[in-house]
């Protein structure tokens, strides 16, 4: 049936009982071409094309952007028809958050094309108004406020702000600790290897003895661990917001500098 | 180990409340035929919450199909509600109206 009416409808085209002018016409039918897994025609999204360029209602145009999305060859036009959905600068309407929610719940290639900021504005007017015009903005709104039933969160900023960042404090923190992890394995393993090491560098300069190489290296390889240890400390305090005072990172690079010399003297 | 955030009472309850005041303003039984179907796919795609208006809405799908046998013509009202017909088949997961 739906083949048929749309090469009928193709013939009437431009004329007065043809679809191309109506954006809900033509994602009704682009809908419908999706769910009976057919591709959608040249034409019809020619049609689409030119209709985003026109005044049309936030309703109405975020109908059209969902039938688009679900064609691939529809992908292209998606941008614009998001866009003119979320236009709210240059007109508006009663029923244009309703829409706007809608699409963004039900389309996530939304998200790539608009800032969290505006899906948010349309929730909150949606949400702060649901006072609904026409009968097909109510099944709009119907929809995303039951997708998002069971999904939503009432709390005040600041326990939220103090949940991020407990957060984000626990992630720099575990990031200080692997990262100092990571270096101290790299220094106690040339302390392990450090006959090799010594050796190598001595016969590199052709010396006689590698013991004073030897007692380089360590000493070397001791002062950056301890300096690695205490530092990879401070970066963890300071991301409980516990900043280090200066004292302490002179205290950081007397000890590791003294325990380096102590442990080439003795090695 | 973070606690995960909960749903709060105060969110459940603004939410329904707004998918009640959404109930009261969708079209009525003399309504088009294709507004009635896209109310029944946009309950589909609501989930649980609003199943009470899938089945209040669900009638539309048989007259849909009803209609199209008996009045079928490759025009733009029949492009409509077939289209949207099948759309709504589809959200609700069952045959589309037979062809």
């Given amino acids: ?267 | 180990m973070a606690r995960p955030l909960q749903p709060s009472p105060d969110a459940q309850a603004t939410v329904l409340g707004v998918v009640q005041r959404a109930q009261e303003r969708l079209p009525e039984r003399d309504a088009s035929l294709a507004d009635r179907l896209f109310v029944l796919e946009c309950a589909a795609r609501g989930g649980r919450a609003v199943l009470p208006t899938v089945e209040r809405y669900r009638p539309a799908l048989r007259e849909a199909e009803w209609w199209l046998d008996e009045t079928w013509e490759p025009d733009v009202p029949h492009a409509a509600v077939v289209g949207q017909a099948l759309s709504a088949a589809n959200a609700l997961e069952v045959d589309p109206p037979s062809n």
């Fill in chain 1, 1 to 267: 049936m739906l083949g048929e009416a749309i090469t009928a409808l193709e013939r009437r085209r431009q004329g007065r009982f043809g679809i191309g002018g109506d954006p809900s016409l033509l994602a009704v039918v682009l809908r419908g071409l999706d769910a009976a897994h057919m591709r959608a025609p040249e034409w019809l999204l020619t049609d689409a094309a030119d209709v985003l360029n026109q005044r049309r209602s936030s309703e109405a145009t975020a109908e059209l952007a969902d039938a688009l999305a679900r064609h691939r060859s529809g992908q292209p036009l998606v941008a614009n028809a998001v866009a003119a959905a979320f236009r709210a600068d240059k007109w508006t309407d009663a029923d244009a958050p309703y829409a706007r929610w809608w699409l963004a719940s039900r389309r996530k290639e939304v998200d790539h094309q608009l800032s969290a900021r505006a899906i948010d504005d349309a929730r909150l007017q949606a949400l702060a108004v649901a006072d609904p015009l026409n009968g097909k903005a109510a099944a709009m709104v119907l929809e995303a406020a039951a997708r998002a039933s069971g999904e939503l969160i009432i709390t005040s900023a600041a326990t939220l702000s103090a949940d991020r960042s407990r957060k984000d404090r626990r992630m720099q923190a575990e990031l200080a600790g692997y990262r100092g992890a990571f270096l101290s394995m790299i220094w106690v393993a040339g302390l392990i290897f450090v006959h090799r090491l010594a050796h190598a560098a001595a016969s590199v300069v052709s010396a006689t003895s590698a013991h004073p190489y030897r007692q380089t290296i360590v000493g070397v390889l001791i002062a950056l661990l301890v300096f690695t240890v205490a530092e990879s400390c401070g970066a963890i305090a300071k991301a409980y917001g516990r900043d280090q005072p200066r004292w302490a990172t002179g205290i950081e690079f007397a000890g590791a500098t003294a325990a380096g010399i102590i442990a080439a003297t003795v090695s």
